[in-house]
Each structure stands twice: as structure tokens, then as C-alpha cells.
């Protein structure tokens, strides 16, 4: 009689953290959206921010807007994953979420920037996959920042000036992706959640998995 209880069942394994780092208007946005919509596994990490909100955007779903001393608090008790100073403001990530997923086999996806994701790299470099989104173009980057509109054209001009900046990070990641189409992006960046959570050191479950089939010998 066999002991195997996996035959058919998922292999336990330990999320992964997946960054999506792009200059702003480079598109990021709208795959994430897409990707949490047909990816029940994978959930958001919603920042901290002392920027001010956006019109359309939503306390606790956009982000958790918090005053500077709010901010700097969760600093001092080292409540966050990474934080970084990114144009005028502060961002960083809530380290609960993202330990609680991850430690029960989900993923978590992140939209920050390079300096967060060096932080992510140097502190657990084994759950992270990152991908840099490129715009096609720096034509077309301004004008879907335009189209965008949430922003006054002097926060406009501002962000083109730094998408320059932003994107010499790109060979930092580990995936790159021309944002040409969303939809080609969007499976794009399904194959290489795919890939990821096949990787062996991700499937905790093996070592009983393949204990199991010998055990059925
Ligand atoms: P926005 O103000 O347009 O929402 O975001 C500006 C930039 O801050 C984006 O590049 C975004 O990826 C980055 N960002 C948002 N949240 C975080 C965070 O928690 N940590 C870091 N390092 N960057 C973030």
C-alpha cells in the first residue's frame, strides 16, 4: 500500500515575489490589473505613500496614504520590506502582507521602482523575479502620460525628464519586456510567472513528492 498522498494534488512551494518596474506611462500599470485579474494566486502589495492621492485613487486599494511621520514610524520599526524616496515623495512596502503570502505558497506582485528592487534583490534575492517594462518608444511614453491626464503637465514634464534615468536600470532585471501591446505583454509576463514557479528551489513539496513514488516501489 502506498503512503504517496500527492498523486494528482498541487506541490507545495514558496511564493514568489514578482516586481514590475517601468518609468511611469510605461504601461505597468494596466498589466498588473490584468495579470491580478487572471491570476487568482497572486495578490498586490499595496504600498505606503506620503504623495497625495490622485483623483480616481482609492485609500487601501491604490495605496495606504500616510503623513511623513506616519512614514518614517513604520521606518524606525522596520515594518517595511524596502522603502525609497522617489521623485518628491515617500514609498515603501508593508512587510506583513507580503511575509504572510508568501509563506502560504501565494505570490505577490509589486510596482516599485529600481531602488526598491535592489533592496529585494540584496535582502532575499531567492523569491525575487523582476522584470523591467519598456515603453516603445519616448514619443509615445509622453503621450500616454498626457492621455493619463491625473497629472498637472509640470508633474508631466517632471517624469519625463527622469524616465531617461529610470529605464538605464533596465539591466538590473531579470526580464525585460517592450510594452508594444498590453495583451502580447500580458503573456509574456504569464510564461515567466509560469517558468518561476516550476523552479525546483520554489517546489518545497519535491522532496516528499518523489519520497512518496518511492515508497510506492
Ligand atoms: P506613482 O506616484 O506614479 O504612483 O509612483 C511613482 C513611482 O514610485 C513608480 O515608479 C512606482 O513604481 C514607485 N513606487 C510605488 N510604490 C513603491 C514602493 O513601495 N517602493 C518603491 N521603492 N517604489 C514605489
Redesign the pocket.
Known sequence: MSSFTNAGGPIARRGLMLV?????GAG??TISRLLLESEPNLSM?I???T?PP?PA?IDGK??FFVSEAHYHAMVADRA?L???R??D?Y???PKSHVENELGRGRDVL????????Q?LAANARQDLVSIFVLPPSLTELARRLRERAQ?SEDVVKK?MGRAAD?MSHWPEYDYAIINHDVQESLARVKAILTAERLRRHRQTGLVEFVNGMRGEQ
Open positions: 514590475l518596474s517601468s518609468p511611469s505597468k500599470t502589495s504600498s505606503v505613500t504623495r490622485r485613487e491604490d495605496y517595511l524596502e522603502h525609497a522617489v521623485f515623495n514609498y515603501g512596502t509589486f510596482d516599485i521602482d529600481w531602488q526598491g528592487t533592496q497629472d517624469r529610470e
